[in-house]
């Protein structure tokens, strides 16, 4: 089993939609979490980074981490065609600072 | 691309040739990385190095070995390529101090073994 369980998709959605990302864990010792964004033929790029439970919002994207649960989100709001790429999670773990992603998850905004 | 390049962009090469690929920064961050993806793996970090001369292995490091002789370039090289390897290869950096710094990828490695 992995560390990091994350839904391939894909995921299609009309424009304007919120897209809704959601990746688990199974290590309580992950205590930093990260979503990346990648466009097809380019690297990962950051686009959130949080390490406590509860929401952090930065203009369309908010991330959820539930510590509880290890279970983490990503919403996008008003979603764009310029939003279809494919959204990766990642987690650090506070021990040996590890760093762990999800398989990706590829989404399709139509316009 | 957080001031990262990777040389070459894209390789095809045949089983059994050595590869290096190439890995530059240009503002001396301390911790460099090499991942690979692969469809259905998400990234995997192959090696990593903490400072000059200061290198570990990751989860997949098996035929793959490194170099890091200046702050500025981390080498990755296959001794014996295989076609298992054929793989997009990614650098990265972590911009602070502490190995729970976020990491900035570099823009890829396309390989292709024969």
């Known amino acids: 089993q992995k560390e990091v369980e994350q839904d391939p998709g894909p995921l299609s959605v009309p424009e304007g939609a919120i897209v809704s990302l959601n990746c688990t864990y199974s290590?309580?010792?992950?205590?930093?979490f990260m979503w990346y964004r990648q466009y097809s033929r380019k690297g990962p790029e950051l686009l959130m980074y949080?390490?406590?439970?509860g929401n952090k919002e930065d203009g369309r994207f908010t991330a959820q981490v539930d510590k509880s649960s290890k279970y983490i989100s990503l919403f996008i709001r008003d979603s764009q065609p310029s939003d279809s790429a494919t959204y990766l999670c990642?987690?650090?773990?506070?021990?040996?600072?590890?760093?762990?992603f999800g398989a990706g998850t590829t989404v399709t905004v139509r316009a | 691309d957080a001031g990262i390049t990777q040389s070459p962009r894209h390789k095809v090469t045949e089983t059994g040739t050595p590869v290096t690929l190439r890995c530059h920064q240009t503002?001396?961050?301390?911790?460099m990385y090499w991942y690979r993806q692969d469809p259905g793996h998400g990234l995997r970090l192959i090696h990593y190095?903490?400072?000059?001369?200061?290198?570990d292995k990751g989860e997949v490091s098996d035929g793959y070995s490194v170099s890091r002789s200046k702050t500025e370039d981390f080498l990755l090289t296959l001794e014996s390529a295989t076609s298992s390897q054929t793989s997009v290869y990614f650098c990265?950096?972590?911009?602070?101090?502490?190995?729970?710094?976020?990491?900035?990828f570099g823009p890829g490695t396309r390989l292709t073994v024969l």
């Open positions: 990642a987690m650090i773990r506070s021990n040996d600072y590890k760093l762990s």
């Open positions: 290590n309580s010792a992950f205590q930093y």
């Open positions: 949080t390490y406590s439970s």
């Open positions: 503002e001396n961050h301390r911790y």
């Open positions: 190095s903490y400072g000059v001369k200061d290198t």
């Open positions: 990265a950096i972590a911009t602070g101090l502490s190995k729970a710094d976020t990491q900035y």
